[in-house]
């Protein structure tokens, strides 16, 4: 059974920086492409950046261009998101997502990902 554990959330203040884990358990992130979305209250939950297993290839968000950097680590079985620059407006629950076995693409669409960690809150003052 997969199961991916996020942590590192905390409240932070505008313009700091945050590194969030996934810890992976269940399987290995060496073969699985891997997301990082946020929902933020009333709003739908969106990708924020997303990193293949087969090569380099990620996505970002536009608002995460530049300050936002997705990673994986293989013998730690851990996918990060370094967060620099915070803005209140990145305010939200972050949750990491797995795509089924042998899909490649590091696409922004949720439905694309089978599992789901249970997130972890980012409060971002101004």
């Known amino acids: 059974q997969v199961q991916l554990v996020e942590s590192g959330g905390a409240l932070v203040q505008a313009g700091g920086s945050l590194r969030l884990s996934c810890v992976a358990s269940g399987g290995s992130v060496e073969i699985w492409t891997m997301g990082w979305f946020r929902q933020a209250p009333g709003k739908e939950r969106e990708c924020v950046a997303s990193?293949?297993?087969?090569?380099?290839?990620?996505y970002y968000a536009s608002y995460a261009k530049g300050r936002f950097t997705i990673s994986r680590d293989n013998a730690e079985n851990t996918v990060n998101l370094q967060m620099n620059n915070l803005k209140p407006e990145d305010t939200a629950i972050y949750y990491c997502?797995?795509?089924?076995?042998?899909?490649?693409?590091?696409?922004?669409?949720?439905?694309?990902?089978?599992?789901w960690g249970q997130g972890t809150q980012v409060t971002v003052s101004s």
């Open positions: 997502a797995r795509r089924p076995e042998g899909r490649v693409e590091p696409t922004a669409n949720s439905g694309d990902y089978d599992y």
């Open positions: 990193i293949t297993w087969i090569n380099t290839n990620t």
